[in-house]
């Protein structure tokens, strides 16, 4: 008995040296418990820091038209962000503010022309197509005298001189077995403008881009024809090639994920983005119901005919004295 209660006092002795030693044992499980957590957190910022270093960011300066919805779909629905590359859009009312913030460096590739590639590399800038895009421009009349393209003899134009809207008119003419010197033509650069002159019968036609077309027929206009029907593209996506050299792998995934864009419109509803749609080419909401939605097809190289064309054109109109060719404005990039 005696031996029990010595054993109780010892053990009441030691307690408190036990229990510190259970504390520092537990404390070390803490530490390392803290360890391991801060650890994992330094983990994930060191892969997310990956991450954001291994995703490469392209600037596109594009016009609010319906070439450019593609690719802010592709934004849009993180299908950029899927393949690695992030696409920083920035839109301009105009290809003169388009073509200013390009010259400063503010964006590398652009929505462009064949016209304005033959300009680019007129003065001195190696700018190269990496594709076509997916635009297009009508020409519509309001004089009930004019039901064809031969019907414009005699007639007044208006358009945007030495501009792709030129070139598309040149070429509606020469299929119609007419001339540029055939027709009179009104240079007027505001689109908006070309709409009301065109309303109000200050002319007999105009070629006109969406949404304008559009609002165009719903104010009586007539379409006598457009590029698509023409079977004329002059619309395309440039960059220079110091910028095709740096950042090649990140153009191509940028058309992974605009071919990723083209497939979601085609199998979603046209509901699900018609309002992206009204945003950003600028559709009045009251015509909503009437937009039609383009069948975008993926992203493709432009056609060399179709460049050599404009290009020999552009010639002719003294905008372009370099012996260029379509081989030396196409770039591989992409499309081989």
Same mark, same amino acid.
């Given at each position: 008995?005696? /031996?029990?209660?010595?054993?109780?006092?010892?053990?009441?002795?030691?307690?408190?040296?036990?229990?510190?030693?259970?504390?520092?044992?537990?404390?070390?499980?803490?530490?390392?418990?803290?360890?391991?957590?801060?650890?994992?957190?330094t983990?994930?910022?060191?892969?997310?820091?990956?991450?954001?270093?291994?995703?490469?960011?392209?600037?596109?300066?594009?016009?609010?038209?319906?070439?450019?919805?593609p690719?802010?779909? *592709?934004?849009?629905?993180?299908?950029?962000?899927? !393949?690695?590359?992030?696409?920083?859009? +920035?839109?301009?009312?105009?290809?003169?503010?388009?073509?200013?913030?390009?010259?400063?460096?503010?964006?590398?590739?652009?929505?462009?022309?064949?016209?304005?590639?033959?300009? $680019?590399?007129?003065?001195?800038?190696?700018?190269?197509?990496?594709?076509?895009?997916?635009?297009?421009?009508?020409?519509?009349?309001? /004089?009930?005298? %004019?039901?064809?393209?031969?019907?414009?003899?005699?007639?007044?134009?208006?358009?945007?001189?030495?501009?792709s809207?030129?070139?598309?008119?040149?070429?509606?003419?020469?299929?119609?077995?007419?001339?540029?010197?055939?027709?009179?033509?009104?240079?007027?650069?505001q689109?908006?403008?070309?709409?009301?002159?065109?309303? /109000?019968?200050?002319?007999?036609?105009?070629?006109?881009?969406?949404?304008f077309?559009?609002?165009?027929?719903?104010?009586?206009?007539?379409?006598?024809?457009?590029t698509?029907?023409?079977?004329? /593209?002059?619309?395309?996506?440039?960059?220079? +090639?110091?910028?095709?050299?740096?950042?090649?792998? *990140?153009?191509?995934d940028?058309?992974?994920? $605009?071919? +990723?864009?083209?497939? $979601?419109?085609?199998?979603?509803? !046209?509901?699900?983005?018609?309002?992206?749609?009204?945003?950003?080419?600028?559709?009045?909401?009251?015509?909503?119901? +009437?937009?039609?939605?383009?069948?975008? %097809?993926?992203?493709?190289?432009?056609?060399?005919?179709?460049?050599?064309?404009?290009?020999?054109?552009?010639?002719?109109?003294?905008?372009?004295?370099?012996?260029?060719?379509a081989?030396?404005?196409?770039?591989?990039?992409?499309?081989?």
């Amino acid at each position: 008995m005696k /031996n029990t209660r010595q054993t109780k006092r010892i053990f009441r002795g030691k307690r408190p040296v036990i229990w510190m030693m259970l504390t520092a044992a537990f404390g070390v499980a803490l530490a390392g418990c803290g360890n391991a957590a801060e650890s994992d957190t330094t983990a994930a910022a060191h892969t997310e820091t990956e991450n954001a270093a291994a995703t490469e960011t392209i600037t596109l300066g594009l016009l609010p038209s319906i070439d450019a919805i593609p690719f802010i779909v *592709a934004h849009e629905q993180g299908f950029d962000a899927e !393949q690695g590359v992030n696409l920083d859009i +920035q839109t301009f009312k105009s290809a003169k503010d388009r073509d200013v913030a390009f010259q400063a460096g503010k964006v590398e590739g652009l929505s462009a022309d064949l016209v304005a590639i033959s300009i $680019y590399n007129e003065a001195g800038q190696d700018v190269k197509i990496t594709s076509t895009t997916f635009g297009e421009f009508d020409l519509l009349t309001g /004089n009930p005298d %004019v039901k064809s393209v031969e019907d414009l003899k005699g007639k007044t134009v208006i358009l945007s001189k030495n501009t792709s809207t030129q070139y598309t008119m040149a070429m509606m003419l020469k299929q119609a077995g007419l001339t540029e010197d055939d027709i009179t033509v009104t240079e007027v650069p505001q689109i908006p403008t070309r709409l009301e002159l065109l309303k /109000n019968n200050k002319a007999d036609a105009a070629v006109l881009p969406q949404p304008f077309v559009t609002m165009g027929k719903e104010a009586g206009l007539n379409i006598l024809g457009s590029t698509h029907t023409a079977e004329i /593209n002059p619309f395309v996506l440039a960059f220079p +090639q110091s910028v095709i050299d740096e950042k090649a792998d *990140a153009i191509r995934d940028m058309y992974t994920a $605009y071919d +990723q864009a083209v497939e $979601y419109m085609k199998t979603h509803d !046209q509901s699900e983005y018609i309002d992206l749609i009204i945003k950003e080419v600028g559709y009045p909401e009251t015509l909503k119901d +009437q937009i039609d939605v383009p069948d975008y %097809v993926p992203a493709n190289q432009a056609d060399p005919a179709q460049v050599d064309s404009a290009l020999d054109w552009a010639r002719e109109k003294g905008l372009l004295n370099k012996d260029l060719h379509a081989a030396d404005v196409i770039s591989d990039v992409q499309f081989k």
